[in-house]
């Protein structure tokens, strides 16, 4: 099994559509996990930390199920600028080394 | 807002050439990484250094690599004879803390002829 598993789409969705993205990881112990979004030929760069409890921010809600070791992230309102690769990424358990999932391109069409 | 840093952005080099990759972290931060990411790949862990030492290293970071930090604010990557598969963006991440956000530099795009 994939230490962090994506669907790698790529999705389409229009302007205003809702979109989801599952992963899921294989490391029970691992303690942090997080979003990042990465553009075409750009460094990773943070979009939520995913926390038990679920987190939103703004129109971005991540949720984190350690039970199943599966991780969501919802957009709602899309955006043009949405358009983007998404990478799940998990911490190792000692908190020094980041696995990152291949990532899910979201494609936002006008 | 604080960013990490690395330079050059672009590095062409010959097969069997050592490079020396360049990062200035975020001053605050004490933990310190190198990822890479092939074309087309997802982003993999290569090291990560704290108080002057290695504390975790991936089985691609092999003999071929080295990191320092040689003075307060630099860190390095070494790579002593480039392979074609060295080829790739390097990235240089840092924290200032364990468990919580690493902060990515934009990266090194590295291509070994």
């Known amino acids: 099994r994939k230490e962090v598993e994506q669907d790698p789409g790529p999705f389409n969705v229009p302007e205003g559509a809702t979109v989801a993205f599952n992963c899921t990881y294989s490391?029970?112990?691992?303690?942090?996990f997080f979003w990042y979004r990465q553009d075409c030929r750009k460094e990773p760069k943070l979009l939520m930390s995913?926390?038990?409890s679920g987190n939103e921010d703004g129109r971005f809600t991540a949720q984190l199920n350690r039970a199943s070791q599966y991780i969501s992230l919802l957009i709602r309102d899309s955006k043009l600028s949405d358009s983007a690769t998404y990478l799940c990424?998990?911490?190792?358990?000692?908190?020094?080394?980041?696995?990152f999932g291949g990532g899910t391109r979201l494609m936002v069409k006008p | 807002e604080p960013e990490v840093t690395q330079t050059p952005s672009h590095q062409v080099t010959q097969m069997g050439q050592e490079v020396i990759l360049r990062c200035v972290p975020i001053s605050n931060h004490l933990y310190f990484y190198w990822y890479r990411q092939i074309l087309g790949q997802k982003v993999e862990f290569l090291v990560s250094?704290?108080?002057?030492?290695?504390?975790?290293k991936s089985e691609i970071f092999d003999d071929q690599f080295s990191v320092e930090r040689p003075d307060g604010s630099n860190f390095t990557l070494k790579i002593r004879s480039t392979k074609l598969e060295d080829s790739a963006m390097y990235f240089c991440?840092?924290?200032?803390?364990?468990?919580?956000?690493?902060?990515f530099g934009p990266g090194t795009r590295l291509l070994v002829l």
């Open positions: 250094f704290y108080n002057n030492e290695i504390s975790e």
């Open positions: 990424v998990v911490n190792s358990p000692a908190g020094n080394m980041l696995t």
């Open positions: 995913v926390y038990s």
């Open positions: 991440a840092s924290t200032g803390d364990l468990q919580e956000t690493q902060y």
């Open positions: 490391n029970s112990a691992s303690q942090s």
